[in-house]
């Protein structure tokens, strides 16, 4: 399959020409994140794609890349003090 051509716009440095580089495999796993009030995140990333941006190296030559995507967060677990309602009894029905 032909790699496609993309205009795209990076923070910092502008608008961009590159290739969508196809991922032909993936390992995203969570990241465990305990905070100082006990509550544990978690968190991973959700890569839609990959383009390799034109023209663009660090200084070792590699080439730029721009990874397109977002994250996944849930709340693994949280003290009951800080949840809505805390220390409210419930009403059983």
Known sequence: MPNVRVKITIPNVGPVEGERIPITESTERWTDLKLEDGTVLRVKPAIISVIRVDNRYDQEGNPMYAIQGGQIMTIASVEDHLKRDA???????
């Open 87 to 93: 220390g409210k009894e419930k009403k059983v029905q």
